[in-house]
T-cell receptor, first 117, second 113 residues
Framework: AQKITQTQPGMFVQEKEAVTLDCTYD???????LFWYKQPSSGEMIFLIY??????QNATEGRYSLNFQKARKSANLVISASQLGDSAMYFC??????????????FGKGTKLTVNP | EAGVTQFPSHSVIEKGQTVTLRCDPI?????LYWYRRVMGKEIKFLLH????????ESGMPNNRFLAERTGGTYSTLKVQPAELEDSGVYFC???????????FGPGTRLLVL
């Protein structure tokens, strides 16, 4: 079974609008971490935001916020005030295992976001 | 601070040949990871080094793949002999010990003809 599901292969948004990229996950481990990475056309993977399973508040980093709904096992990425430079592939990933010791990441298939002027 | 670097950025080889990919992690990062994305598939974990030791190599597809991290600094991933299905993008990532976030390099695009 897929551990990370990104149901939106592609998304379109108008510049300056907000957009939500969906991510659901599956784990029985009580301790896990959730990540979002951005991959522009140049190919590098850029870390955006992290949410730990025990974090009480949703993570925020500038225009990025993570809508963490633990009971629903969802970790949607919200990008506010979209910019043309936000056009890229976005990957949701999960790390299972105890915090404090890095573990492998499991990735979703990604969502291609296109920001229209 | 320099990010994770990978060399080469692209490699085109013929089936049966050998290719060696190199990754230089961020200075001071003990954890080093290799991942791979083949066309149309998810990014998949290959292996994890802590310093020079292999912590987890459960994702290595077969014994044609050999990873090393001599001295706990840079790492190499050798594919010998390369097969068509080895084509894809190979990413390296690093993180400090006891930190969750992994920082990725730009990847090496491997094409096996």
């Amino acid at each position: 079974a897929q551990k990370i599901t990104q149901t939106q292969p592609g998304m379109f948004v108008q510049e300056k609008e907000a957009v939500t990229l969906d991510c659901t996950y599956d784990t029985s481990d009580p301790s896990y971490g959730l990540f979002w990475y951005k991959q522009p056309s140049s190919g590098e993977m850029i870390f955006l935001i992290y949410q730990g399973s025990y974090d009480q508040q949703n993570a925020t980093e500038g225009r990025y916020s993570l809508n963490f709904q633990k009971a629903r096992k969802s970790a949607n990425l919200v990008i506010s005030a979209s910019q043309l430079g936000d056009s890229a592939m976005y990957f949701c990933a999960m790390r299972e295992g105890d915090e404090g010791g890095s573990e492998k990441l499991v990735f979703g298939k990604g969502t291609k976001l296109t920001v229209n002027p | 601070e320099a990010g994770v670097t990978q060399f080469p950025s692209h490699s085109v080889i013929e089936k049966g040949q050998t290719v060696t990919l190199r990754c230089d992690p961020i200075s001071g990062h003990d954890n080093l990871y290799w991942y791979r994305r083949v066309m149309g598939k998810e990014i998949k974990f290959l292996l994890h080094f802590v310093k020079e030791s292999k912590q987890d190599e459960s994702g290595m597809p077969n014994n044609r793949f050999l990873a090393e991290r001599t001295g706990g600094t840079y790492s190499t991933l050798k594919v010998q002999p390369a097969e068509l299905e080895d084509s894809g993008v190979y990413f390296c990532a690093s993180s400090p010990f006891y930190q969750e976030t992994q920082y990725f390099g730009p990847g090496t695009r491997l094409l096996v003809l």
